[in-house]
């Protein structure tokens, strides 16, 4: 299966600025990824759906202006959430899919968790 | 859209007896259906997986059957152990292209030893 790094694990910041979360495909080119958001005791929430050289879609409800995703490469997708607030704390997951097919898996990052104070 | 039904959202069991868990969704085109184990912290690990063309996979301790007429799959995981504690995740893969995964609420699952 496809090996997926998140940097960073955590992040801790003040209410009002900006912090970018990188998602690595490491041993598979990846042109789609998706960002997940997970709130304490609750499921996973598709955010936005990551394709290279193109733009995300955004799952409905998801303000695209101040979650920003930029897939630059086949590699490397990045989540920067602006203007953090701290209703924005959150553990941030990002996945890839191997293959094209819909029965294809998804391999999941190993998160990152941030707290906005 | 697609949505996903899970319980119960929590299960407590014997070491050794088995634990089911069951999930229904909505939308008749989704065609794949993954379990995901996460637990504290970590990320969500898949499990088993079942497509829309199957009715029953097995994987050692662990299967799951789907109904596609009623739109509802199932985990079971027989002799459970302690390290079958963590939070249990169903999930179905819908959208154009079969892009988009939609998950449960997650079933925290207890094994008592």
């Known amino acids: 299966g496809a090996v997926v790094s998140q940097h960073p694990s955590w992040v801790i910041c003040k209410s009002g600025t900006s912090v970018k979360i990188e998602c690595r495909s490491l041993?598979?080119?990846?042109?789609?990824m998706f960002w997940y958001r997970q709130f304490p005791k609750q499921s996973l929430m598709l955010m936005a759906t990551s394709n290279e050289g193109s733009k995300a879609t955004y799952e409905q409800g998801v303000e695209k202006d101040k979650f920003l995703i930029n897939h630059a490469s086949l590699t490397l997708s990045t989540l920067t959430v602006t203007s953090a607030h701290p209703e924005d704390s959150s553990f941030y997951i990002c996945s890839v899919r191997v293959g094209k097919s819909s029965y294809n898996e998804q391999f999941f990052g190993p998160g990152t968790r941030l707290t906005v104070l | 859209g697609e949505n996903v039904e899970q319980h119960p959202s929590t299960l407590s069991v014997q070491e050794g007896d088995s634990a089911v868990i069951k999930c229904t969704y909505s939308d008749s085109a989704s065609n794949y259906f993954p379990w995901y184990k996460q637990e504290l912290g970590k990320r969500p690990q898949l499990i088993i997986d079942i497509r829309s063309n199957v009715g029953e996979k097995k994987d050692q301790r662990i299967a799951v059957t789907l109904n596609k007429t009623a739109k509802h799959f199932s985990l079971h995981i027989t002799e459970t152990q302690p390290e079958d504690s963590a939070v249990y995740f169903c999930?179905?893969?819908?959208?154009?292209?079969?892009?988009?995964?939609?998950f449960g609420a997650g079933t925290i699952l207890r094994v008592k030893s």
């Open positions: 999930a179905a893969k819908t959208g154009e292209y079969g892009n988009k995964l939609v």
């Open positions: 041993d598979f080119q990846a042109t789609t």
